[in-house]
């Protein structure tokens, strides 16, 4: 399963506001078309974000006259979501790497250096299954919240690739998936991947989180980020907060999976972050059902920050990070 592929200068993304009820392709052939699926959740979670990015960053280069205006819709990518530091850093990435190349050469160099990078997340996300996994002796039922799998990455996933990996390995009794509102990521996304594998899992709503790590006795929470600062504070889908407070109420071990693109070393804690603020219409409505008033006033953030006291480690592909983070985030070998 996969979230985006590249075919002939075309990036064709799974359109993942329909699933799991329609299976869509979109063809971005433009970046403004590419800029609309990232701002409309059609392409989605942090890594996805990235890889198509890179992608984007070819489009600003085959309809540039300069380099000057090659940067200036370089910029303009960045903006298209706020929180999640993939996005940036693919573009700051590409941006840097292609500074000495001959501007007419610009197109065909960032098509082969977004192919590397997609390479390059299916290569890490396999990495952090394997090092998640080794964190598990036995069987384990563990919960989690958002999608942070196949369709979020440029395949096999963070938080869920360490829970495809566990199943790999026969470690999995059971998944217990927060549906995560408002946008339901959780049942519309993650519980589809974990059923086409015929992985065991249970959908619970989100307020049913705190009950089942009491009684269904819950061995972890794994959850992937859009970006963490260098003390580890880290910002992921919002509900993850109240997830991690749960847990450390249960003594329930709290595990973040990200590659190293999720971390920012630009910001020294989670204060620091921006969070998005989305339509209030997303709460307000399930699908195209109203659930209230059409004038209620709504907050609906799209992140929240936990901690880095209440991260039990943050598990990368390069192995799992444990406290105190910042030396070992500001250290990081690349």
Partial sequence: MRALKWENSVLHLLNQTLLPNQAEWILCRDLARLIDAIKRLEVRGAPAIGVAAAFGMVFAAQTSTNREEFLEKAENLKKARPTAVNLMWAVEFLVKKSSNIDFSELPQFLEKSALELLQEDLTMNKAIGKYG???FSEPANILTICNTGSLATAGYGTALGVIRRLFEEGQIRNVFVCETRPLLQGSRLTAYELMEEKIPSTLITDNMAGWVMKTKKIDAVIVGADRIAV?????????TYSLALLAKAHDIPFYVAAPYSTFDREISSGEQISIEERDPD????????WTTLKEMQVFNPAFDVTPHELITGIITNKGVLTTPYDE???NWEE
């Fill in 282 to 289: 997303e709460v307000r409505k399930i699908g195209n059902a």
């Fill in 133 to 135: 996994a080794s964190l």
């Fill in 231 to 239: 003390n580890g504070d880290t910002a992921n889908k919002i509900g």
């Fill in 328 to 330: 070992k985030i500001l």
